[in-house]
């Protein structure tokens, strides 16, 4: 943690807003681990904040100086094509052209623009006329928080596992979006089964109707066992590129981070770097005509994939950062209802100010003391 400049203003559309409240992400981790080669010294992390705004453009009409905002982790314009499609993720106006990315992200390495996070006590909000969400001033943060990215993210991995009423959802993994994407499948009157190797995940998701395995080998088999020996209808793999159960990938993670950065970008562009064991897992185990959904982040441009059994199969494959703001109005009235149906009081396990961060940042990434959500507080 270190001291940096505050922000200004630097277009018409921007807004600056104290963050109040800021999570730790497991795509953070990405960072601290794997994506470190794209990262350069100075760099602001975050992407899950919210606060009040202090300043906006002259160009923001919908904002003034009071308003309380969540403020989405993908920078998106809202009257591009892509935007107008629903896929806020691939906006044409902040696209990241010049490494081929989607839209910019803030706190998320030159990949995606090298924009300022929010894990600090001000933010640089671009396109503000558009992207934060103006919430009421009564309920805590934590009502509201996850609304920048996991809760979205979440609702977005269930609805492309496309589970007819009634069916059957998997989720591997049980972090964060994992916890999330488990609970809106009981939301929608699915039977939902969340595999996870950490007891603390596990016993969570519990708590909110999930049927839960440990993650080990056979646990594809298991899933057939428990559904007329045909599989899931649908499953969300919420692990991504650092499964367990990857060794050969494990290494090369290692690997990259002794490689000069240049050296390991290009490794990382060429090469098949992600751990995929529970992608592969979730292959086995979906039913045949199923679906897989990838909320995880994978990053390797080589990953060899078991095509003639996903033909086989005839799977469906869908994925992709989150489209924030395509999800909005459906999402709000849940996180505000009283009932709090998707149970986002029951998630965080860690929390700090800023300068618990170092520590906690290790902390999730080892997953130690059943840390399975961190909130930081700046000024508190």
Same mark, same amino acid.
């Given at each position: 943690?270190?001291?940096?400049?505050?922000?200004?203003?630097?277009?018409?559309?921007?807004?600056?807003?104290? /963050?109040?409240? %800021? !999570?730790?992400? *497991?795509?953070?981790?990405?960072?601290? $681990?794997?994506? +470190?080669?794209?990262?350069?010294? @100075?760099?602001?992390?975050?992407?899950?904040?919210?606060?009040?705004?202090?300043?906006?453009?002259?160009?923001?009409?919908?904002?003034?100086?009071?308003?309380?905002?969540?403020?989405?982790?993908?920078?998106?314009?809202?009257?591009?094509?892509?935007?107008?499609?629903?896929?806020?993720?691939?906006?044409?106006?902040?696209?990241?052209?010049?490494?081929?990315?989607?839209?910019?992200?803030?706190?998320?390495?030159?990949?995606?623009?090298?924009?300022?996070?929010?894990?600090?006590?001000?933010?640089?909000?671009?396109?503000?006329?558009?992207?934060?969400?103006?919430?009421?001033?009564?309920?805590?943060?934590?009502?509201?928080?996850?609304?920048?990215? /996991?809760?979205? %993210? !979440?609702?977005? *991995?269930?609805?492309?596992?496309?589970? $007819?009423?009634? +069916?059957?959802?998997?989720?591997? @993994?049980?972090?964060?979006?994992?916890?999330?994407?488990?609970?809106?499948?009981?939301?929608?009157?699915?039977?939902?089964?969340?595999?996870?190797?950490?007891?603390?995940?596990?016993?969570?998701?519990?708590?909110?109707?999930?049927?839960?395995?440990?993650?080990?080998?056979?646990?594809?088999?298991?899933?057939?066992?428990?559904?007329?020996?045909?599989?899931?209808?649908?499953?969300?793999?919420?692990?991504?590129?650092?499964?367990?159960?990857?060794?050969?990938?494990?290494?090369?993670?290692?690997?990259?981070?002794?490689?000069?950065?240049?050296?390991?970008?290009?490794?990382?562009?060429?090469?098949?770097?992600?751990?995929?064991?529970?992608?592969?897992?979730?292959?086995? !185990?979906?039913?045949?005509?199923?679906?897989?959904?990838?909320?995880?982040?994978?990053?390797?441009?080589?990953?060899?994939?078991?095509?003639?059994?996903?033909?086989?199969?005839?799977?469906?494959?869908?994925?992709?950062?989150?489209?924030?703001?395509?999800?909005?109005?459906?999402?709000?009235?849940?996180?505000?209802?009283?009932?709090?149906?998707?149970?986002?009081?029951?998630?965080?396990?860690?929390?700090?100010?800023?300068?618990?961060?170092?520590?906690?940042?290790?902390?999730?990434?080892?997953?130690?003391?059943?840390?399975?959500?961190?909130?930081?507080?700046?000024?508190?």
């Amino acid at each position: 943690m270190e001291e940096v400049p505050d922000p200004v203003i630097q277009e018409p559309t921007d807004a600056i807003v104290r /963050i109040t409240s %800021t !999570a730790i992400c *497991g795509s953070d981790l990405h960072l601290y $681990e794997v994506l +470190g080669p794209y990262m350069h010294k @100075g760099d602001v992390v975050g992407h899950e904040p919210m606060g009040i705004v202090e300043e906006v453009g002259s160009a923001v009409t919908n904002l003034r100086k009071g308003d309380r905002v969540v403020v989405p982790f993908n920078i998106s314009c809202g009257h591009c094509f892509m935007c107008s499609q629903g896929l806020q993720s691939q906006c044409e106006t902040t696209q990241v052209k010049e490494k081929g990315s989607g839209a910019a992200l803030f706190g998320f390495s030159e990949l995606y623009g090298s924009v300022p996070g929010g894990q600090a006590e001000y933010l640089r909000v671009p396109h503000a006329d558009y992207g934060p969400i103006k919430v009421g001033s009564e309920l805590p943060d934590e009502r509201y928080l996850f609304l920048s990215d /996991i809760l979205p %993210t !979440a609702w977005q *991995g269930v609805e492309y596992a496309n589970v $007819e009423p009634g +069916g059957v959802l998997a989720v591997f @993994g049980l972090g964060p979006v994992g916890q999330f994407a488990a609970r809106i499948g009981a939301h929608r009157g699915y039977r939902v089964i969340g595999i996870d190797p950490v007891p603390e995940r596990r016993e969570m998701a519990a708590r909110h109707g999930v049927e839960t395995l440990d993650y080990a080998k056979g646990v594809a088999d298991e899933l057939r066992e428990m559904t007329d020996g045909r599989g899931p209808h649908g499953i969300v793999d919420a692990v991504g590129m650092e499964a367990h159960g990857s060794p050969v990938a494990g290494f090369a993670h290692q690997a990259l981070g002794l490689l000069p950065d240049k050296l390991a970008q290009k490794a990382m562009e060429t090469a098949g770097v992600d751990r995929l064991a529970v992608l592969h897992t979730a292959i086995d !185990a979906v039913r045949r005509g199923g679906t897989l959904s990838l909320s995880g982040v994978y990053g390797g441009q080589a990953s060899p994939m078991p095509l003639l059994t996903m033909f086989d199969k005839q799977l469906q494959l869908r994925m992709g950062q989150c489209n924030v703001r395509h999800w909005t109005d459906q999402l709000l009235p849940l996180v505000e209802d009283d009932a709090d149906p998707l149970g986002v009081t029951d998630l965080v396990t860690h929390r700090s100010g800023l300068e618990g961060a170092p520590a906690l940042y290790e902390k999730f990434q080892k997953k130690e003391d059943g840390c399975i959500k961190v909130v930081l507080n700046p000024g508190a």
